[in-house]
């Protein structure tokens, strides 16, 4: 098992894009809330998160399935392996089954949806985004077209979860991490 340290060092080294490196810390922030949240192993969790798009920048063709090839070559743990296979399961063709890949496919699209809502913001601040007006970009489906609505209508089911509950929820794990998001607003260091 690796430590988070050297889980975020490998990260850093195949991701040089900061936009890219902060989404992975989104989807490792509500990682860390779900884990808590189902009583589950918080350090994986986040492990998961924070590396199920490392080889996006290295190998976009093949992504995920060359990342998940080179973890397992450094001898990973299989848990993780498969999370980050199963994230992209129309690419990989491995489904998300644990609770952990659950959680892993249904946090990946919508923390896409909360950023792009923030940086329309006039405050550029997660702080002051709300679940009401989320909702309303959720149907507008020319905001943020990328986003794709049904991956995350499907990863709150396969969650077990609601679907605005999950969208309130890891807008809260977010909101708790925003310095490091760079989404705490416009004169947020690191911007
Ligand atoms: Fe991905
Ligand atoms: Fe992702």
Known sequence: ??????????????????????????????????????????????????????????????????????????????????????H??????????????????????????ITAAVYVRPDRSIHTLTVKSLKKKFKDKSFARGVDREMVRRGAELLGVELWEHVGFVLEAMQADAERLGLAGAASPGD
């Open 1 to 86: 098992m690796p430590t988070y340290d050297e889980a975020l060092e490998l990260m850093h080294a195949w991701t040089p894009s900061e936009s890219l490196r902060r989404h992975m810390y989104a989807v490792e922030a509500a990682m860390r809330a779900y884990a808590r949240r189902f009583g589950e192993d918080e350090e994986t969790w986040a492990i998961a998160g924070l590396i199920h798009d490392f080889d996006w920048e290295k190998h976009p063709e093949t992504h995920p399935n060359k990342g998940a090839d080179h973890l397992e070559a450094l001898g990973w743990p299989a848990e993780i392996v498969r999370a980050v296979r199963a």
């Open 88 to 113: 992209a399961p129309e690419r990989s063709g491995v489904e998300p089954e644990t609770l952990m890949e659950r959680a892993l496919y249904a946090s990946d699209e919508i923390t896409g949806l």
